[in-house]
């Protein structure tokens, strides 16, 4: 009989919830039929493994199987049938009841059943997507990670419990099916049927088990190590794969080398979803991808979209040693996995395409979400805690992905690439096909190095927050003084205090601090070349080490930095935290403040650190350790050229725009006139028109540009222009017309401009043409323009349209983002739409924990006032969603500091209209 059981859990040492079982899973023999009409699918698991102790139940992780029937194997060929058969639907657990005593030693548990191909990107799911004839098409495929193997075959589906697996499926003959490793045999059945074995893998975790099933075409690439490298698309689309496919056959060598270990698997298979929940994920072997992470369009592909394949393809090819080869213990190092992917995706691409300037790039991209996030009190170590694995979902999030790689690079810069690649190389040997733990990689790189490195490193992961650094000169400055005289040596003194950024005072915790320090002259060596300069690190090689080969670091509150300077005092800027290199905030006296600022405006100081000062200012002043005034830095950003620096400006100009404009400042328009000064120019320069001698990063600054120009320009010229290119862009939206009007880089503001200055006849003209669109990042586009409509009616329709099926389950929330971010009118519809469709969305969510939050964020985070946010509390204390329960504290609290940077900015005078028309004269 089949009875509802109690859980059957263990609490590990380090009060990790885990099963209890004497049995130990070693190999599991897997045989699955999936049937692509009736979405379900037959499966027989065999799990041969170790009884370790007598006992008369074994259980294991299930959720929506169906099991009637189990037996076990002794190794004396004796076997004895389950007589009870008891699920947990609450623990997702099924355990299965004998009726003696299991001897100890070897022995297999036979388990046949049925599964469910649901429709949640969630275990062993359907895809529903339209072949190059129009056809209506279903294929399947897998999500595991983090809890969702036992989707589809009852397992210990813990990271640590690693074991071989076995393969086998049988599928529709004129299908193509494939799972992380090479096809074994291929057997024709008499049913119009194939059976494909595939070959055992390598000892790893459940989670990491894949297998798809559909039609695809593939292009293909051997490695210069003998890997077989395929990209699976969707029939008709393998050109698309091509660019793929080449980061991959670059990638995968240069991890073979970085890491001293060769790829282990003979083949890797790179597979284009149609409907994929998260961005890629790492299957040992069989790595699968959303269409617009995989999938390229060489004759039309942004910048952004190039940049995006090819850095998500070498987070996920790293991923095959850093998770895969060498797995973390338990989900509380989750941040092994993917911080460090995130950051070697960066040195991987760098290499591939040096003049992207990935690494300057890091500090306007990968950082700022990372202190974004970490300066809330609701963030979280990146060793966070996690006793019940079903809470790591809330920590797949900035601080495990880009704090994690944000301290990786802080610890590259001070190891150097010797000592760091020297440790990586014996953790790999080391660990390999095995799981460890945080404290085994400080073990290795403090072998390598010779430093202290868990000492150094425990601040930075085992706590949360980071540091914000207070900078004042304790010598003199002026220029009769001994600091002018021969040296040019500047003594400062430094305290470390805990960054909040709502302003409050933190506990007295301090760090380690890896401190680069730069300087340089603060007019352009031109003015005089007979003086010395002082060239800080070049910015290609942001994420080395200090030139001299090391970096100093510091402990205690309080400490003294000595800097040499180039030229006298008073012509000197000081740049701490120089390249941006350490995930911390500095504050400058007003001195040392005003001379970063002519750094800034003689283009003196480095791009990287232009960016930082800038980025640093803007959280200072939300926090209330800068006054509003400190803001017209955004001044001597004139005549700025920079890409990079580029996209700092659009997030300072962006996040002051939005509490200006929530709180419908006095001086907003002002504010509006002032930015239309500094981006106006900038599109002259760069004008609308791709050039000849464009690079990547200029068509990215145009972008930039123009969507700054969209957003604030109030030149008719303009106007008209992207009105012009909107009108043919719908005449023409998958044609050279439409094409060449509204290139893909800016094409979403144009879409949006077109809309919020048209009306019912645009809205259905766009519609019309998103119809003949046919790949996911076209469509991207389009949905991310609905919302900006002016057209309260057609606002609705927009959302209504987006969760009525029309539209991708993956895809939905990018439209309700749309309309949130178009206006403070839109931003109250969304959050009245969220409320009234409450039901609807967790339906629709249910199996995608991170769906529900980026809907969550996209409906309500914009807020910027503490009515706002206590009203969204009271909603969600009304209908509670505890696997987004973390998520909504720091939703919470980030309106809550929004709303204390509007009134610091109305209280500091930054809020009325002589501060910006002072700014734009100045």
Known sequence: PIVLGLPVFKMAAAGRVLLRNSFAPARYVLALEPDLQRFTFDGNVSIAGRVQKSTSTITLHARELAISSASFSTSEKKQVNATQIKHNLKENTVEFVFPEALPEGEGTLSIPYVGQLNNQMA???????????????????????PLDCRRALPCVDEPAEKAVF?????????LTAFSNMPELECTLLANGKKRIKFMDSPKMSSYLLAFCVGEFDFVQRLSEHGVLIRVYTPPGKAEQGLFALDCAYKSLDYF?????????????DMVAIPEFAMGAMENWGLVTYREVDLLIDPTKASPQQRQRVCTVVAHELAHQWFGNLVTMAWWDDLWLNEGFATFMQNLAADSIFPAWLLWEQFGTDVLPMALALDGLRSSHPIQVPIARAEDVNEVFDAISYRKGASVIRMLFTVLGPD?????????MERHKYGNTETQDLWTAWAEASGMPIAELMHGWTAQMGYPLLTVTETSPSDASSSAAAAGHTLELSVTQQ??????????????????PVAAGRTH???????LPHLSPAPTTSAAAPAPDGSVKLYQGKEFHVSVALPVAALDAWVKLNANQSIPLRVRYSDALFARLTSGVRAKTLPPADRAGLLLDTLALVRSGHYSPSTLALLAAFRGERNPNVWTALSMVILAVDKVLLGSNAPGYTQFQAFIEGLVTPALDAVGWDARASDGHLDRIMRSTVVALVGRFSRRAADRAEAQRRFKLFCSDPTGPTGTTACP??????????????????????????????????DRKHVMFALGYTRDVSLRLKAMEWAVSGAVKLQDFFYTLTSVAGASAE???????????????????TQGSPSLMANTIIACCQGFTTTARADEVEAFFTAHPLPANAKRLQQVLETIRVSAAFSSRLVEGGAAAPEFWTRAASA
């Open 524 to 530: 352009p060596v031109l003015a005089d070349p007979s």
């Open 123 to 145: 275990g062993f799911y359907r895809s529903g997507y339209t072949d190059i004839n129009g056809n209506k098409k279903i294929m399947a495929s897998t999500q595991f990670e």
């Open 166 to 174: 076995s393969v086998t499926m049988t599928v529709p003959a004129q």
């Open 744 to 777: 893909t880089e800016y094409r979403q503001t144009i879409l949006q401009v077109g809309l919020r200055e048209g009306g019912a006849e645009e809205y259905a003209a766009l519609m019309a043409a998103y119809a003949q669109l046919q790949s996911d990042a």
């Open 419 to 427: 000592a760091f690649r020297s440790g990586l190389r014996a953790y």
């Open 256 to 268: 073979d080398d970085f890491f001293g270990s060769p790829y282990p698997l003979p083949k890797l």
């Open 826 to 844: 839109g931003l109250s519809a969304a959050w009245e739409f969220y409320q009234a469709n409450f039901t609807r969305l967790c339906t629709m």
């Open 498 to 515: 805990w960054y909040l950024a709502d302003g409050t005072e933190g506990d007295g915790r301090v760090w380690t601090i890896p401190l």
